[in-house]
């Protein structure tokens, strides 16, 4: 999959081939994943606190 972006402590990643509904995958430098929908920005999928993925994240 693309990585779209790469933060400090994880990595935001595509697949336009993927199953409905639209999403995009977070991925955590420990090997964690979440799924998060594009309409609302929902959880799908629950691998990582939604307190580690909100708030301001450094580049880099």
Do not use: K, T
Request: negative net charge; contains cysteine.
């Amino acid at each position: 999959m693309p990585v779209l972006h790469r933060f400090f402590n994880c990595a935001i990643f595509v697949n336009p081939r993927e199953h409905n509904p639209p999403h995009f995958h977070i991925r955590m430098n420990d090997g964690r994943e979440a799924l998060v929908g594009i309409d609302g920005l929902e959880m799908l999928s629950a691998g990582i606190a939604r307190r580690e993925i909100e708030g301001g994240s450094q580049v880099g």
